[in-house]
């Protein structure tokens, strides 16, 4: 059973241009987590989604992120007009289930460095 | 969330057992505790997970007490590989790991 896949693993853009992370759950797996990791410091809780709906973006920045996670394919995290403030590290992680009041473990992707020059 | 509150490093020997405590006064009646650890330039990856009492698996130990304001990862006879920073986490699925546990292991 693969893990977690994220793409690409490096990713460099300028300021002002597009980013497009990608991210495929473990089989099986229908919830979908994002997490951005600044320099020396943990993860931090992007948005979770589950197929076709965004279920909690309550981390993730008011302007130019956005998620998705559709029927078929990939999550996507894109970034728009990237800045240098947003070179960082996106992990992915995928749960099978969420129950409601408890945790369902999380598995995490190897993660996707962003550079913005 | 719950906030949890744990050393910023610690240094082992190898074949030493390592014990990392975390502090999680305000957890909520629902709240798992769960630990991750991570390498550089790698995603965190999941250790251990428990409720209540005492856990055990191939990897690791974990211990937390009747009132669950703490818990307790217990690494028997670390290795060098082992050196990796150790997060404690406390919540739903919003996981919001702090700086973690650095652990050192050294020959």
């Known amino acids: 059973n693969a893990g977690v896949m994220q793409n690409p693993r490096h990713l460099v853009r300028r300021r002002g241009q597009e980013a497009r992370l990608r991210c495929s759950p473990m089989?099986?797996?229908?919830?979908v987590y994002w997490y951005r990791q600044l320099p020396e410091e943990g993860l931090k809780f992007m948005v979770y989604?589950?197929?076709?709906?965004?279920?909690?973006e309550s981390g993730m920045p008011k302007e130019r992120f956005s998620a998705e996670f559709p029927k078929e394919g990939p999550s996507i995290l894109r970034i728009q007009q990237v800045v240098r403030g947003d070179s960082a590290a996106y992990f992915c992680a995928s749960s099978p289930r969420q129950g409601i009041g408890d945790t369902d473990t999380q598995y995490f992707g190897p993660g996707t460095r962003l550079t913005v020059l | 969330l719950a906030k949890t509150t744990q050393p910023i490093s610690m240094d082992s020997y190898e074949g030493q057992e390592v014990n990392i405590t975390c502090s999680h006064n305000n957890i909520a009646t629902n709240d798992y505790i769960t630990w991750y650890q991570q390498f550089p330039s790698q995603g965190p990856r999941f250790i251990i997970q428990g409720y209540k009492t005492k856990v055990t698996n191939e990897v690791a130990s974990l211990f937390i007490p009747a009132d669950r304001k703490s818990s307790t990862l217990s690494l028997p006879r670390v290795s060098l590989s082992d050196t990796a920073v150790y997060y404690c986490?406390?919540?739903?699925?919003?996981?919001?790991f702090g700086k973690g546990t650095s652990l050192l292991v050294t020959p």
């Open positions: 989604l589950q197929k076709e709906n965004i279920i909690d």
């Open positions: 986490l406390v919540a739903g699925y919003a996981l919001n």
């Open positions: 089989k099986g797996h229908s919830h």
